[in-house]
């Protein structure tokens, strides 16, 4: 199983990053995929799931309508757009490969993350 996160970078407050996460080494479209995040000194915190077809989604309350989570199978590849950031959208972002829970424990693969800051 191989995750590899992209997209990450520098954005002002207000403005919009698009992360991806290209799957590789397992069926991509059998499993629900999700988005945690995690800032300096701090847990890693879910953001958002999507379930194996992308018709099932949850988001934390922290980034609901601001965030959406998509994905495109025939490209292996899972999405996290992200509008209207703020500094404390600031963290490290990590795509996982498990169940599609909250949970960190419902997540059975992490990829490497990509960092995300926010900052005027």
């Known amino acids: 199983v191989q995750l590899v996160e992209s997209g990450g970078g520098l954005a002002q407050p207000g403005g919009s990053l698009r992360l991806s996460c290209a799957a590789s080494?397992?069926?991509?479209?059998?499993?629900?995929m999700g988005w945690f995040r995690q800032a300096p000194g701090k847990e890693r915190e879910f953001v958002a799931a999507?379930?194996?077809?992308?018709?099932?989604?949850r988001y934390a309350d922290s980034v609901k309508a601001r965030f959406t989570i998509s994905r495109d199978n025939a490209k292996n590849t899972l999405y996290l757009q992200m509008n209207s950031l703020k500094p404390e959208d600031t963290a490290m972002y990590y795509c996982?490969?498990?169940?599609?829970?909250?949970?960190?424990?419902?997540?059975?693969?992490w990829g490497q993350g990509t960092q995300v800051t926010v900052s005027s």
């Open positions: 996982g490969k498990g169940q599609g829970g909250a949970t960190i424990d419902t997540y059975h693969y």
């Open positions: 999507i379930g194996w077809n992308g018709r099932v989604t």
């Open positions: 080494g397992f069926t991509f479209s059998d499993y629900a």
